[in-house]
Every structure is written in structure tokens, then in C-alpha cells.
């Protein structure tokens, strides 16, 4: 059975950092990219960032610059270390299993609030 632990949200002030982590468990077959997607009151899911099994990454246009995703596939574990925070990346952040020709495996999610 797969699982997605996150860890990492909270509350910080305009122009602070915070990292995100994603440790996954279980067997995972047809793995297209690990990501962190986030959801805003009263908006859509919308991708943040994610990493293929090579190393390759993808950013939103919105936190380019700001924001990196990394991983450790010795730990299973995926990051999102989080620069610059503004008011608008408040939002609950999931992290994401994309899969080939399967469904994704979902995180709880994490709350991140950024005061101004």
C-alpha cells in the first residue's frame, strides 16, 4: 500500500522560507513524476512543481526562481523548499505520485500560510 507523509507546513512572514517533505512508502509501478500541487480557499488544485525519476523539473510560471523541488530516492523522499513566500502561495500543498496510464497517489496535505 502506498502512502504520502508530508511534513513541513506552517505559518511564516512575507520573504521566509519554509521546506516541504514527502516521504513515500510502498511500491509504486509506472512512476511518471513526483510533485507538489497546492489549492487555494475557494480555487482549483493547481501543479506547483515536479521532478521525474532523471532529475528533471517542472515549475508553474509563479514560482520560478522561488521555489525547488528535490529528491532523495535513497529516503523515498521528496522536497520543496519554499524561498521568498508571498501572500498569494498561501494554500494547502499536496504532495503528488503521477503515474503512467494509472491514477496518482495523493498526500493528506500540509497547510502553509504566509502573512504580509
Known amino acids: 500500500q502506498v502512502q504520502l507523509v508530508e511534513s513541513g507546513g506552517g505559518l511564516v512572514q512575507a520573504g521566509g522560507s519554509l521546506r516541504l517533505s514527502c516521504a513515500v512508502s510502498g511500491t509504486i509501478s509506472n512512476l511518471r513524476a513526483l510533485g507538489w500541487y497546492r489549492q487555494a480557499p475557494e480555487k482549483q488544485r493547481e501543479l506547483v512543481a515536479d521532478?521525474?525519476?532523471?532529475?528533471?523539473?517542472n515549475y508553474a510560471d509563479s514560482v520560478k526562481g522561488r521555489f525547488t523541488i528535490s529528491k532523495d530516492s535513497a529516503k523515498n523522499t521528496v522536497y520543496l523548499q519554499m524561498n521568498s513566500l508571498k501572500s498569494e502561495d498561501t494554500a494547502v500543498y499536496y504532495c503528488?505520485?503521477?503515474?503512467?496510464?494509472?491514477?496518482?497517489?495523493w498526500g493528506q496535505g500540509t497547510q502553509v500560510t504566509v502573512s504580509s
Open positions: 503528488n505520485v503521477n503515474r503512467f496510464r494509472r491514477s496518482d497517489y
Open positions: 521532478i521525474t525519476p532523471g532529475g528533471s523539473a
